[in-house]
């Protein structure tokens, strides 16, 4: 049967799916749902349409349209939506969890509790509330290091951390108060001191096949410093670990991995289907999870699917039919480095609709569009982060040099990271590992 594939979504992250599913020789159509005119992704498919994609009816009726096969979900969205479980209801193979087993990335105080109840290790101290009640004492009971969560989909801004963003207890219960009079459910928890990295899994419901470790960089500005983003750049190793992560770390990350999969398997009766982001800590006492996402990073989907050696239908077929464990998934021995260029202004006050000119990129493999939009047969920004870059080289350090001269190359009024994935940059990931020791 010809693939038919359907892939919903439309950054730089849906770009790296669709390139991948392109390389395979397998006979295919894939059709891409959108919400803008990425011109890398209506380049590579047979349509590319603009809409609602969060809406299940809309994308199901879409999907039958066009006589979809397969389908796969690249943003978050979509998913706490139960469109996976509006496809499958159709009979169309789905990569992405269905809305229950999604609540891993929708609800802080779901995960921190399948943590607790099926004693998967990297969980911390944690309290859920929605009124003040308690609040103030757990607080003192944390001390200084503490996090407070809004627990829902808050596009990364929920999330406030002392020391970083939070300064006193009163400005914590400040924002607890905030949340209470919002009707908000709410997780303190025990602020980690560490390194993260990113882990994906493909998950087949039973079967894990681990992807390499990548660590993003979520400020806006150099020397991570600057208001959050959605990711400003990535890197990863030719060895699949990163510089600053024993064999034990990346061990430690597989395991939760593997146990959380088994435990909402356990809690629903049914696998998790798609794509497992651990999003964790290495810290003085071991890896700690700091969240899961249910999807593909952005930007990490660029680093690692830039590597992936396997075909990436066979491996999303094997996902959807619970075959992955006959399946060899590979990726070559090299290391990637990602950089974002973003609007000026990003993310606060971006400039929006301004011609930007990508002419300049020597390897057009290695970029993907992201909010960008075409507007009057010119490509302008969107708002939001613009294009990607990805060098791929036998060294982080050359993986680097080539992402840095790429990016550099895209004019508009943008700009980038320049330290990411340089080698003070790493080397300054390995000193803090080993300050915390
Ligand atoms: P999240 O939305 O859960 O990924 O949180 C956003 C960011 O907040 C993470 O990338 C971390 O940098 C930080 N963060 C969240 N939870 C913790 C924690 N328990 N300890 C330290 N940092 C955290
Ligand atoms: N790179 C962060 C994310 O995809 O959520």
């Not at 101290?125 to 609040?135: A, D, E, L, R």
Request: hydrophobic share 35%; net charge negative.
């Amino acid at each position: 049967m010809k693939n038919k594939i359907l892939v919903i979504g439309s950054g730089a992250r849906e770009q790296a799916i669709i390139r991948a599913f392109d390389r395979s020789p397998k006979e295919k159509e894939i059709y891409c749902l959108a919400s803008n005119m990425n011109p890398g992704i209506a380049e590579l498919c047979d349509e590319i349409l603009i809409g609602n994609f969060n809406e299940p009816d809309f994308v199901v009726n879409y999907a039958k349209e066009i006589g979809a096969n397969l389908a796969i979900i690249g943003p978050e969205n979509p998913l706490a939506n139960g469109v996976a479980d509006a496809l499958l209801d159709v009979g169309i193979k789905v990569v992405g969890p269905k809305k229950d087993l999604a609540q891993l990335e929708t609800s802080k105080a779901f995960t921190r509790n399948l943590l607790k109840e099926y004693e998967i290790p990297g969980g911390p101290i944690y309290k859920i509330f929605n009124s003040m009640n308690g609040v103030a004492d757990f607080l003192n009971e944390l001390g200084e290091n503490y996090v407070v969560k809004y627990d829902g989909l808050a596009g990364g801004k929920g999330v406030k951390v002392s020391g970083d963003h939070l300064h006193s207890h009163e400005k914590a219960l400040a924002y607890c108060t905030e949340l209470v009079n919002n009707d908000g459910e709410f997780v303190i928890e025990e602020k980690f001191i560490g390194e993260e990295f990113s882990l994906m899994s493909f998950c087949d419901g039973e079967t894990l096949k681990h992807m390499p470790a990548v660590q993003d960089h979520k400020r806006a500005y150099e020397g991570d410093t600057g208001p959050n983003t959605g990711g400003m750049g990535t890197y990863s190793d030719a060895n699949h670990s990163l510089p600053f992560l024993t064999k034990d770390d990346i061990a430690e990350a597989h395991e939760i991995n593997i146990k959380t999969a088994k435990a909402v398997k356990d809690k629903f009766g049914e696998g998790y289907k798609g794509i497992l982001y651990g999003g964790f800590m290495a810290t003085a006492s071991g890896v700690k999870l700091i969240e899961y996402n249910a999807r593909f990073g952005d930007p990490e989907a660029m680093n690692v699917l830039s590597l992936l050696e396997s075909d990436f239908i066979e491996l999303c077929h094997g996902i959807a039919d619970g075959t992955l464990k006959n399946m060899n998934v590979s990726f070559e021995n090299k290391a990637t480095v990602c950089k974002y260029a973003v609007p000026e202004g990003y993310p606060d006050n971006p400039v929006k609709g301004e011609p930007i000119d990508v002419s300049g990129v020597s390897n057009t493999d290695g970029l993907f569009y992201a909010s960008v939009d075409i507007q009057n047969g010119k490509l302008v920004e969107a708002g939001s982060r613009t294009v990607a870059v990805v060098g791929v080289a036998d060294t982080i350090s050359k993986a680097e040099s080539i992402a840095e001269k790429e990016v550099s190359s895209v004019s508009g009024p943008l700009f980038h990271r320049t330290d990411i994935g340089t080698d003070e940059v790493i080397q300054k990931r390995i000193n803090h590992m080993k300050l915390i020791q």
